[in-house]
């Protein structure tokens, strides 16, 4: 699996971003797509996941503000951004992995497929 982040840039609080991810693999079923982001001096975080199939599941920081989508035609996945805040200022990164089960999606050691990263950064 490779995968290929973008989209990150500099934007205002309250403001809105959409981040890519282009999704090369053999095989798409049981695919689980996740989203992960760093902040500087903090741990990976986890922001939220989405099956290939069907399904999506966000980290509590994001919930409401943030979702995530997917493009069957593009092999692309989206993390649509809205409502942003400074404290939302990182490196996100994507991920994948196979057959996860919702308890494990927001476990960053389950995935073994990493994208480069697309920093975000939001001034107050």
């Known amino acids: 699996v490779q995968l290929q982040a973008s989209g990150g840039g500099l934007v205002q609080a309250g403001g809105s971003l959409r981040l890519s991810c282009a999704v090369s693999a053999r095989t798409f079923s049981d695919l689980v797509m996740g989203w992960f982001r760093q902040a500087p001096g903090k741990e990976r975080e986890f922001v939220g996941a989405?099956?290939?199939?069907?399904?999506?599941y966000y980290g509590d920081s994001v919930k409401g503000r943030f979702s995530i989508s997917k493009d069957r035609a593009k092999n692309t996945v989206y993390l649509q951004m809205n409502s942003l805040k400074p404290e939302d200022t990182a490196v996100y990164y994507c991920?994948?992995?196979?057959?996860?089960?919702?308890?494990?999606?927001?476990?960053?050691?389950?995935?073994?497929?990493w994208g480069q990263g697309t920093l975000v950064t939001v001034s107050s």
């Open positions: 989405i099956r290939w199939s069907a399904g999506t």
């Open positions: 991920a994948a992995a196979y057959r996860l089960i919702l308890s494990t999606m927001n476990n960053e050691r389950n995935y073994h497929h």
